[in-house]
C-alpha cells in the first residue's frame, strides 16, 4: 500500500496538473510575463511591476517537492553573484502559505522574497504542469528563457540572465525639461534603476535649441 505521503505527493500533483490547463493564456519566449501581486513571507503585499527595470527570475516552488529544494541554493546563489546588477529573483509557492513560505525562506537563508501563490492561481496561468519552473525576464518584462525541472544544475538560466543584462537598458521615464535662464536648461528623469544620477544641465546657444 503506498504511503499517506505518497498519495499526497501524487495528489498534489495532479491538482497542480489540472489547475495549469484550466485558465489564462502561456506566456511564451518573447511575450510579455503576467502581473501578480501575491503576498510574501511577512505577509507583506508583492508585485511583479514592483521590479520594473530589473531582470527577473521568477521560480515556482513547492515545499514537497524534493528537485525545488536542490534548486533553492542555487537561485540564492545566483542572486547573490548578480544583484548588484540589477537581477532579482522571486520564489513564488504553488499552494503554499505565508507561513510555509515563512518556515522556507529561514530554512534556506533566502535574501530575496518568497511569495505564497495560494491556490496556484498564478502558476496555472502559465499553464505548466511540473515543477520547478523558471522564467527569466528582461527589464521590460519580456521573457527570454521558460523550462521546467532540475536536473544538472541552473546553467541555462544564468546564460538567460547573462543574455539580459547584455541588453540595452531601458531609457529613463518620465522626463522633463527645466529653464534655467542664460541658455540653460536642465533635464530631470524618474529612473528605473537606482541611481545617483537624476538630472543634468545642458547649455545651448542662442540657435540651437
Known sequence: MKSL???????CIALIGLLSWSSGAMAQIDQYGFDFTLDD???????????????????????????CRSETPEME?????????????????????????KTWKNTYNLNFPVLADTGGH??????EQYIPFNIV????????????????GITRIKNAVKECLDMAPLPPKDVTVQYL???QYQLNWDTVFESDVASFVVSYGPDEY
Open 122 to 127: 498564478e502558476y496555472a496561468r502559465y499553464r
Open 41 to 67: 513571507s511577512d505577509g507583506n503585499p508583492v508585485s511583479l511591476a514592483d521590479y520594473d527595470g530589473y531582470c527577473v527570475v521568477l521560480n515556482f516552488f513547492a515545499t514537497w517537492c524534493g528537485p
Open 137 to 152: 525576464m528582461d527589464r521590460a518584462r519580456v521573457i527570454h528563457f521558460r523550462d521546467v525541472g532540475y536536473a544538472a
Open 5 to 11: 505521503r505518497t498519495l499526497s505527493t501524487i495528489a
Open 77 to 101: 546563489a545566483l542572486y547573490q553573484t548578480y544583484k548588484d546588477d540589477g537581477v532579482i529573483v522571486l520564489q513564488a509557492g504553488v499552494d503554499e502559505t505565508v507561513a510555509s513560505c
Open 181 to 183: 535662464g542664460n541658455n
